[in-house]
């Protein structure tokens, strides 16, 4: 007998939160191909006036990213932001530290903002607290969001851009326990100055919202202290701690790589009660609310990088963290997108990172077209219709272990409910290799929705991948694998695939 099966009940009671569109953000930072030669490059084909990719542009409308963070990641702990603004002949190459390359300032804060207007994006800014402090935070802050009158102010107006940006989200610095990062700091330093910072940050504008940096991942030896620590230090002055993790299939064991989307949910449940922890402690009213402002999968380009890194020359743009993604990943970055969305009463921003060129679900060929990762198809789907209410599946499932992990759900499922549209949708992965599961849906909250479509990503191959001239994987309907009747749903879920469910009132 078939002991696999998963079974959901959807109610539009049985609500988890309303979905901060910020969710599906991403990043892009001056890192490899990111910037030069990923979203610039003037004189390719499809470049206009400014010199920006018209072919990644329309990519990123696409996926209708609604905010990318930027410039970095560890690049901003060495940045000088001065040196990417004003007369771009005058502008200085500096050598970038946390990447060994050369960085040319071709692009600056003002280039990426006219960037991301196009895009149709916000911009979440990110600050050095790494070889810099206050002063050069505040200094941005005023060329960015001060209308005028002022020394910084009326320096951006001299350099072209009357109207101040408004950037409403700011970082304090980047991954400040990483001892790679330049001015690494200690959990009680880096709260210290983080408090300091937004302190100073919001007499300048009140209006902003701030994420103090968490820990780089849960391998840190100072993690989860370091988000206690630091919010002992700053809890009054910020909105939110960051998450980063990123996950690779290095036991070459996909059962166990699908797995990884349930050491995210620990994570995310261990820095949530961290937060709640120090706010009983403060007696505090305040909620810290959750940034997973870097998520991905990353180790494809591990090799090659630390060749790039350590024996090549300085250099503008070289070819850093391009991995090629394959079917699998897709898989778990599905799965990560559930992850988030169940627990999106707490995570509030998330940043896919990145979204051009490095570790990213667009790659652009120099002398060619942007194109297509597989780990693209699960995050357009997500950002497409996963806007509205998460709900809680009550979900229940047959389960299985795997090398590191127990008790890990055969079919995970998250389902998002757009209450003016009228729209319900189920986004579900088979983490099964072998077998079909039905997923069974009793779909009592929602009497006269029918199904409309059936969206399935599956590949034999779990190592297939996506080129400038192949697209091997890649989304198609099938609505014949699901049958409708007495308010219950059945779907066919595929071994292995990444299914989105979507059904309206009719
Ligand atoms: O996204 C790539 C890098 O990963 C970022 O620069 C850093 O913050 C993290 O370690």
């Known amino acids: 007998?078939?002991?696999?099966?998963?079974?959901?009940?959807l109610d539009s009671e049985f609500q988890i939160s309303r979905i901060d569109e910020r969710i599906y953000g991403s990043f892009v930072e001056h890192l490899?191909?990111?910037v030069y030669g990923g979203v610039y490059q003037p004189g390719h084909p499809s470049a206009d006036g400014e010199g920006f990719r018209q072919d990644v542009l329309s990519l990123v409308r696409e996926l209708n990213v609604p905010i990318v963070r930027y410039p970095g990641g560890n690049f901003v702990s060495n940045y000088f932001w001065e040196d990417g603004v004003g007369p771009v002949e005058q502008r200085p190459r500096r050598l970038e530290l946390a990447w060994r390359s050369t960085e040319p300032n071709l692009i600056g804060v003002n280039e990426f903002a006219r960037w991301a207007k196009k895009a149709g994006t916000d911009m979440m800014m990110a600050v050095n607290l790494g070889t810099r402090g206050i002063d050069a935070a505040c200094n941005l802050l005023e060329y960015c969001n001060h209308p005028s009158g002022t020394k910084y102010s009326d320096m951006r107006i001299s350099h072209g851009v009357p109207e101040p940006h408004n950037i409403k989200t700011w970082c304090l610095g980047n991954e400040m326990d990483g001892p790679w990062q330049v001015g690494h700091k200690t959990a009680?330093?880096?709260?210290?100055?983080?408090?300091?910072?937004?302190?100073?940050?919001?007499?300048?504008d009140p209006t902003v919202e701030l994420v103090a940096c968490g820990s780089s991942n849960t391998g840190m030896p100072s993690y989860p202290q370091w988000e206690a620590t630091v919010l002992e230090e700053a809890y009054n002055s910020v909105d939110y701690i960051s998450l980063h993790t990123y996950y690779g299939n290095r036991l070459n064991d996909t059962t166990n790589f699908l797995a990884y989307s349930d050491d995210m949910e620990r994570f995310i449940k261990t820095v949530v009660s961290t937060c709640d922890f120090v706010k009983a402690k403060r007696r505090a009213k305040k909620e810290i609310m959750l940034s997973f402002d870097e998520w991905n999968v990353w180790f494809h380009s591990d090799a090659a990088d630390s060749d790039t890194m350590g024996n090549r020359p300085w250099s503008v743009a070289p070819h850093l963290l391009e991995d090629k993604y394959n079917f699998e990943d897709a898989l778990l970055v599905g799965l990560m997108?559930?992850?988030?969305?169940?627990?999106?009463?707490?995570?509030?921003?998330a940043c896919l990172a990145q979204l051009v060129n490095v570790i990213a679900p667009i790659m652009t060929e120099e002398n060619g077209p942007a194109w297509k990762q597989t780990i693209y198809y699960p995050y357009l789907h997500a950002s497409q219709y996963g806007r509205g209410i998460a709900l809680n599946t009550a979900q229940r499932a047959s389960r299985h272990d795997t090398k590191e992990f127990t008790d890990v759900s055969d079919v995970e499922t998250v389902?998002?409910?757009?209450?003016?549209?009228?729209?319900?949708t189920v986004f579900a992965v088979n983490r099964d290799l072998e077998d079909s599961i039905t997923l069974e849906t009793d779909l009592r909250g929602f009497a006269g929705y029918t199904l409309t479509e059936h969206i399935?990503?599956?590949?034999?191959?779990?190592?297939?991948v996506n080129s400038a001239t192949h697209e091997d994987v890649a989304p198609k309907n099938v609505p014949e694998r699901d049958e409708l009747a007495g308010g219950l749903l059945k779907?066919?879920?595929?071994?292995?695939?990444?299914?989105?469910?979507?059904?309206?009132?009719?």
């Open 1 to 9: 007998m078939d002991k696999k099966f998963a079974r959901i009940t």
């Open 32 to 34: 490899g191909r990111a």
């Open 188 to 204: 009680q330093e880096y709260g210290r100055l983080a408090d300091e910072t937004a302190k100073a940050l919001r007499q300048i």
């Open 337 to 349: 997108l559930i992850t988030l969305l169940k627990h999106s009463d707490r995570v509030r921003m």
């Open 415 to 424: 389902a998002v409910w757009n209450d003016e549209k009228e729209e319900l």
């Open 456 to 464: 399935v990503l599956e590949h034999e191959n779990f190592k297939a």
């Open 491 to 506: 779907s066919r879920l595929s071994p292995a695939s990444w299914n989105v469910i979507r059904l309206k009132k009719a």
